[in-house]
């Protein structure tokens, strides 16, 4: 089975229309026969993604280091659920699952991940497909400031461009499962 790392917040946001997106993307995802890889808590984005899944009859994978383990709970009833050392074995845990990443709103542990993920890309540790689902336009300030980067000189132009983006689940999760890379 294919599968797909979602990064998104444990928290749910200002916004009603982010987690109505954490649901459409897990109806998406559940739909199309893809799995979730996700940082395994049952709170905001992420509860509403996983608990989404499941309902649909996915796959849900939770990857969740020990301390947040012992404070959190596991998002209900997984697939599977792996708890692991550190934050680090996680995000190692998480990208050797998935063959593709979507970050949705979330705090900086959400950016912190989106980003390795991309700077892994940059340095050809992977080749993996990623974007952005850009509900309510979450990440335009986020595009600006990688411009800006582009614009500096510090990041090609051609890396910035491997970024899918789009404020549909669905529309974003078929750019990312026709990319080239895909495998």
Do not use: G, V
């Given at each position: 089975m294919k599968r797909i790392c979602v990064y998104c917040g444990s928290k749910s946001g200002n916004r009603p229309e982010y987690l109505k997106a954490a649901e459409e993307l897990g109806k998406t995802l559940a739909l199309n026969g893809l799995g979730l890889v996700y940082g395994g808590g049952n709170s905001g984005m992420m509860g509403k993604l996983s608990s989404t899944v499941m309902a649909n009859g996915g796959e849900v994978i939770g990857v969740i280091p020990r301390a947040l383990?012992?404070?959190e709970i596991s998002g209900p009833e997984l697939s599977e659920i792996h708890v692991v050392g550190n934050i680090h074995e996680r995000k190692a845990w998480m990208m050797e699952l998935a063959d593709g990443f979507i970050a949705m709103p979330g705090g900086l542990g959400t950016f912190e991940e989106f980003f390795e993920v991309l700077n892994w890309s940059k340095l050809r540790l992977?080749?993996?497909p990623y974007g952005l689902l850009d509900s309510c336009h979450y990440f335009s300030k986020l595009m600006e400031l990688l411009d800006h980067?582009?614009?500096e000189g510090f990041?090609?132009?051609?890396h910035t461009a491997t970024i899918h983006i789009d404020e549909t689940p669905h529309e974003l999760v078929?750019?990312?499962?026709?990319?080239?890379?895909w495998k």
């Open positions: 383990h012992e404070r992977h080749d993996k980067i582009e614009h990041l090609s132009p051609n078929q750019k990312i499962t026709k990319h080239p890379t």
